[in-house]
Nanobody, 119 residues
Framework: QVQLVESGGGLVQPGGSLRLSCGAPGSIFSTYAMGWYRQPPGKQRELVAQ???????NYADSVKGRFTISTDNAKNTVYLQMNSLIPEDTAVYYC?????????????WGQGTQVTVSS
């Protein structure tokens, strides 16, 4: 059972910042592309930021310029730095690891961490 362990969520005021962390087993971290998704209340899960297999970071338009995805290879950890938060960023945030085997994607998800942006 592969476990991705997230932390760092919480309640923050509009304009504030949070940093989410996600630890993964080394065998996953070194061979899968890591990313972050979120699920706002009453909506479907959506991409926030994702590394490609070429280590290029892609971002949702709604977070470009405000969020940054990064990794610490020594700690097998992926981060999501979130700045200038707005209420629309309120969601459960999920860490994701993905890898393409032929034509099939293998996906792993974390348990999710709640981020609430409110005054």
């Amino acid at each position: 059972q592969v476990q991705l362990v997230e932390s760092g969520g919480g309640l923050v005021q509009p304009g504030g910042s949070l940093r989410l962390s996600c630890g993964a087993p080394g065998s996953i971290f070194s061979t899968y592309a890591m990313g972050w998704y979120r699920q706002p209340p009453g909506k479907q899960r959506e991409l926030v930021a994702q590394f490609t297999s070429s280590d290029i970071a892609n971002y949702a338009d709604s977070v470009k310029g405000r969020f940054t995805i990064s990794t610490d290879n020594a700690k097998n950890t992926v981060y999501l730095q979130m700045n200038s938060l707005i209420p629309e960023d309120t969601a459960v945030y999920y860490c994701n690891a993905r890898r393409l085997f032929g034509t099939l994607w293998r996906l792993y998800w974390g348990q999710g961490t709640q981020v609430t942006v409110s005054s």
